[in-house]
């Protein structure tokens, strides 16, 4: 209903209102800029192909020697001690994957299958695995280990059972 109501005000003495645009004197442009009566001299080709004989001095004086930076097999830290490493706890089998299969971990991270393991123990067993021995076990700060028991948890899947007996259940063939 509203849309027929805009559109009658909208097409309302439209053929009068165009007619009035037309007629009405057009603004007139604003007036151009005057070119310089003589342009700016173009470069000679002749100064930009000539050679700098200062610049060409300090460029030959100018050596620099590169080498290929030593591949270190541990990690190092921002202040150049090397990080600890720990063996895996858990891990997938990647070789099936076509990825390299991890042997070890920096102290303070996991993978991402012992995260999962470590969230789900806990869910399980949280007596058991307590904030402190998930990070004892995986060598972690206590506190980011409570931040990751705290905040994240494995995939749940819970079946919520219809309210009444009457309603249609899915049986397995």
């Not at 004197?25 to 342009?39: G, I, T, V, Y």
């Not at 971990?105 to 067993?125: D, F, N, R």
């Not at 004892?136 to 749940?156: K, M, N």
Request: with cysteine; glycine share 4%.
């Amino acid at each position: 209903m509203g849309a027929r109501v805009a559109r009658m005000f909208r097409n309302f003495n439209l053929e009068n209102r165009v007619h009035r645009e037309i007629s009405r004197d057009k603004p007139l442009a604003a007036p151009r800029h005057p070119e310089p009566s003589h342009p700016d001299p173009v470069p000679d080709r002749e100064i930009i192909n000539e050679k700098n004989a200062p610049l060409l001095n300090h460029l030959r004086s100018l050596y620099v020697e590169s080498t290929d930076p030593t591949h270190s097999p541990q990690p190092s830290t921002p202040n150049g001690a090397v990080a600890e490493r720990r063996a895996l706890q858990y891990s997938v089998p990647m070789q099936q994957l076509g990825m390299s299969e991890l042997t070890d971990v920096p102290k303070g991270k996991l993978t991402l299958a012992e995260a999962l393991k470590a969230l789900g123990s806990h869910q399980q067993q949280p007596q058991t695995w307590t904030v402190e021995k998930v990070a004892q076990h995986y060598s972690l700060d206590p506190r980011d280990c409570r931040a990751l028991l705290g905040f994240f948890c494995p995939f749940r899947l819970q079946i919520i059972p219809p309210k009444d007996t009457r309603s249609k259940r899915i049986t397995d063939s």
